[in-house]
């Protein structure tokens, strides 16, 4: 699935602003205090954790020179101001596609804040090599394990901070479609930007 608020013909720093982008002379650089970007396999639910903390701002456009489509938001959290960028699905920071090829990019080239990698809750143990990729590869990495009403219903249980202490990275556990846990989400970004930031 694809984002919902997507298609938007304004510039999102337009859309802030209030007005047409030709008209600002600040930058998006000036505008965003933070980026946040949001990776993981296809379908675990990047794209409505995406739509959940953005709302109704979002824009999408081919990443240069690509066929492969980005949506970008903005949120607020914690005060602060957040561009956040929801990328294709990928599956391994080593690319074979072209959707991967451009992740791997925005990883390396937009220097982000913070890193959600949602994984599905229900193959944790698949997903969590990639966590540990992400980690390696010195980006400022929190684990979402999405889908938890789906795990639970097929009995299973995930010890979220048992899973942190093993990793050490922050992990937060949603049903996004749901809405549940997005708020402890918000408040587990903030702390973390807050204390990288220290
Ligand atoms: N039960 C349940 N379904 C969810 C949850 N989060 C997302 N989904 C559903 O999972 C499907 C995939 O969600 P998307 O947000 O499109 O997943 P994605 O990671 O963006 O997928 P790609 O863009 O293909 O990489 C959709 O049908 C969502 O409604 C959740 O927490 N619980
Ligand atoms: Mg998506």
């Keep these: 699935m694809n984002c919902c608020n997507q298609g938007s013909k304004k510039s999102l720093l337009g859309k802030i602003l209030g007005r047409s982008h030709g008209d600002s002379k600040i930058s998006e650089k000036q505008i965003f205090k933070r980026k946040m970007v ?11 954790i995406f739509n959940r903390l953005t709302g109704a701002y979002a824009t999408v456009s081919n990443y240069p020179g690509t066929t492969v489509e980005v949506f970008k938001g903005t949120c607020r ?5 957040f561009e956040v960028v929801d990328t294709p699905g990928m599956y391994s920071l080593m690319p074979i596609t072209e959707e991967e090829r451009v992740t791997r990019t925005l990883l390396l080239n937009e220097k982000p804040d913070i890193v959600l990698h949602v994984v599905d809750a229900k193959n944790l143990e698949r997903m969590l090599s990639m966590t540990l990729q992400l980690k390696e590869a010195g980006l400022p990495v929190m684990l ?33 479609a749901l809405n549940r846990g997005m708020d402890l989400l918000r408040k587990k970004v903030a702390q973390y930007v807050k204390k990288r930031a220290a």
Excluded: Y
């Design 38 to 48: 949001l990776v993981g396999t296809p379908n675990v639910g990047k794209s409505v």
């Design 144 to 176: 979402v394990v999405n889908m938890m009403d789906e795990a639970q219903q097929i009995g299973r249980e995930i010890d979220i901070e048992k899973l942190e202490a093993l990793i050490g990275i922050p992990v937060v556990g949603t049903s996004a």
């Design 77 to 81: 959290i914690g005060g602060e101001l």
